[in-house]
């Protein structure tokens, strides 16, 4: 059989001489196979560009969603701890008023236990299932503590001439040094029992009040120097310990922020302040619970 070939000629636009390349069948084929390797490969090369290019988007916008919801974590970890450090503080408030009052119903506050760990510990946050189970012991807790209040509220509208006669403020500006309890006594260094608080203050400085009553004594003794005690009725009595003078007499009805006497150094003292103390029905109790103020 006789073989055929195929001429491919290259004719310049010049006079130059044309060219001519001669393939066999055989050639052609042969390149024909070559042309559509390559053509395959090319197509599977350009499909697997816009396929990955599709995915790099694709990876672009997963890893922005990412980096948003990671944002979007940090804030509500950091507004989930503001509202546990606020439902914490309304719980002490809360407590404090609970103390005041002397509630004894089955509304009283209750301690609900927040995440799994320490309460001084800050609640990380992750979006998962026990993150949620935080946040809502957060929620029940302040449910809690709304339950509580509203009993107070109710309980305080009925009794607002208690609440004008019970200790509730801070008897003058400064701060507190010494609290309630047992402590190394300042002359002596041996451990005793402090009934109230010493809150430092400027020499001078008025002392009011913290709730209304009657002047029932004004002392100066060794240990408290000049001292008032004032009757609030209810139980309560407070007293004020080593004033520079008094503001009051004997018999003199007060209100709460009325100035009673003024901040000094008198009897065991080494230094300006005033001792305070809160008594219920003859008994000690710890001042600082029955301070609202901040």
Not at 97 to 120: F, H, P, Q, W
Not at 166 to 191: A, H, L, N, V, Y
Request: net charge positive; glycine share 10%; charged share 20%.
């Amino acid at each position: 059989m006789k073989k055929k070939f195929f001429s491919l000629i290259f004719i310049p636009h010049n006079r130059g001489k044309s060219k001519t390349i001669i393939f066999s069948e055989k050639n052609v084929k042969v390149l024909a196979g070559v042309a559509a390797f390559l053509f395959v490969g090319f197509s599977f090369l350009l499909f697997d560009y816009f396929s990955m290019n599709g995915t790099r988007q694709k990876y672009r916008e997963l890893s922005e969603e990412n980096a948003v919801q990671k944002g979007t974590i940090v804030r509500l970890k950091v507004s989930l701890n503001n509202l546990k450090a606020k439902v914490e503080n309304m719980e002490s408030y809360a407590k404090k008023i609970n103390t005041m009052a002397g509630l004894k119903s089955s509304e009283v506050l209750r301690e609900v236990g927040v995440g799994g760990g320490s309460n001084d510990q800050e609640m990380t946050f992750s979006g998962n299932s026990q993150d949620l189970s935080q946040a809502e012991n957060v929620a029940q807790k302040a449910e809690g503590i709304e339950r509580n209040l509203n009993t107070m509220v109710r309980y305080f509208e009925d009794k607002s001439a208690i609440w004008a006669t019970t200790p509730s403020i801070w008897p003058t500006t400064g701060w507190m040094t010494s609290p309630f309890g047992e402590r190394e006594d300042p002359f002596t260094g041996k451990r005793v029992f402090h009934y109230g608080i010493d809150v430092v203050s400027g020499y001078g400085n008025p002392i009011v009040a913290t709730a209304d009553g009657k002047v029932i004594e004004l002392k100066n003794e060794k240990i408290g120097g000049n001292t008032i005690i004032i009757d609030h009725g209810g139980g309560y009595t407070t007293v004020y310990c080593h004033l520079s003078k008094f503001n009051v007499r004997v018999g003199q009805i007060v209100k709460r922020h009325d100035v009673i006497g003024f901040v000094g150094s008198t009897g065991k003292s080494i230094g300006p302040h005033v001792h305070y103390e809160v008594h219920f029905n003859g008994v000690p109790k710890n001042p600082w619970n029955y301070i609202l103020e901040d």
